[in-house]
């Protein structure tokens, strides 16, 4: 029996919606592997007391030491660690915590973790049941948008929900129950080339490591998940 969660070290609820759906892509579509379990039992978000950048750090150093001194986190085959652009100093950090482990998977999203949703034109449209033909005044109706390079991923989603008649509420500055229920089809439907086209900087990265972190997984225990 190999180890049979995902554990994931973010700095907030959305991010907590989002990545399990994106892990299940890589896991599937780039390590091939096959998902025998329920997808809310293959992850696990590590509870923080401390929230953001700050709960980030403290919880990647305690789970280090604890990864040194005891078997307390033995049924996670890996850990996933999200932090956003503007924590240069807190990363570097939290890289030097891991370096000598091959359990974690650093991601930093630029700007934030909606970028990554954005960058997959194809399931965002759908989801709010929009046609590629935009009002030309919002961000992403312009043919030459790129996600990564969006200073503001959260108001292009609230400008979005504002003219979609699939959503009760706009996105504002982050609505967990809007991602979530994004997250639910993207676990199916989400399109990793162009997210990786969009975002080749932070998502690019994130996705070969995490890539990397499933086969060595697999390798090691057979199948991932029991």
Request: overall charge neutral.
């Given at each position: 029996?190999?180890?049979?969660?995902?554990?994931?070290i973010?700095?907030?609820?959305?991010?907590?919606?989002?990545?399990?759906?994106?892990l299940?892509?890589?896991?599937?579509?780039?390590?091939?592997?096959?998902?025998?379990?329920?997808?809310?039992?293959?992850?696990?978000?590590?509870?923080?007391?401390?929230?953001?950048?700050?709960g980030?750090?403290v919880?990647?150093?305690?789970?280090?030491?604890f990864?040194?001194?005891?078997?307390?986190?033995?049924?996670?085959?890996?850990?996933?660690?999200l932090?956003?652009?503007?924590?240069k100093?807190?990363?570097?950090?939290?890289?030097?915590?891991?370096?000598?482990?091959?359990?974690?998977?650093?991601?930093?999203?630029?700007?934030?973790?909606?970028?990554?949703?954005?960058?997959?034109?194809?399931?965002?449209?759908?989801f709010?049941?929009?046609?590629?033909?935009?009002?030309?005044?919002?961000?992403?109706?312009?043919p030459?948008?790129?996600?990564?390079?969006?200073?503001?991923?959260?108001?292009?989603?609230?400008?979005?929900?504002?003219?979609?008649?699939?959503?009760?509420?706009?996105?504002?500055?982050?609505?967990?129950?809007?991602?979530?229920?994004?997250?639910?089809?993207?676990?199916?439907?989400?399109?990793?080339?162009?997210?990786?086209?969009?975002?080749?900087?932070?998502?690019?990265?994130?996705?070969?490591?995490?890539?990397?972190?499933?086969?060595?997984?697999?390798?090691?225990?057979?199948?991932?998940?029991?």
């Open positions: 029996m190999g180890a049979t969660k995902i554990g994931i973010a700095e907030g609820p959305i991010d907590q919606a989002l990545l399990p759906a994106l299940e892509r890589i896991a599937c579509d780039r390590a091939q592997f096959r998902w025998p379990v329920s997808p809310e039992d293959a992850t696990s978000s590590l509870r923080m007391r401390k929230r953001g950048h700050g980030v750090l919880a990647v150093r305690q789970i280090v030491n990864l040194k001194r005891s078997s307390l986190f033995s049924y996670f085959a890996f850990f996933v660690i932090l956003d652009r503007r924590t100093p807190v990363q570097d950090e939290v890289r030097k915590l891991v370096r000598e482990s091959d359990r974690f998977v650093v991601g930093i999203a630029i700007e934030e973790i909606e970028a990554w949703w954005l960058g997959d034109r194809a399931s965002t449209l759908a709010l049941q929009l046609s590629d033909a935009l009002p030309s005044e919002l961000r992403y109706a312009d030459n948008y790129k996600a990564e390079q969006d200073p503001h991923p959260k108001k292009t989603l609230d400008e979005l929900t504002q003219v979609s008649g699939a959503v009760d509420s706009t996105y504002g500055q982050g609505h967990v129950g809007i991602a979530t229920d994004f997250a639910r089809g993207w676990r199916d439907t989400a399109q990793l080339d162009s997210i990786e086209w969009q975002c080749p900087k932070g998502f690019g990265a994130f996705c070969r490591d995490a890539t990397n972190e499933f086969r060595r997984s697999k390798a090691k225990a057979g199948l991932l998940f029991s």
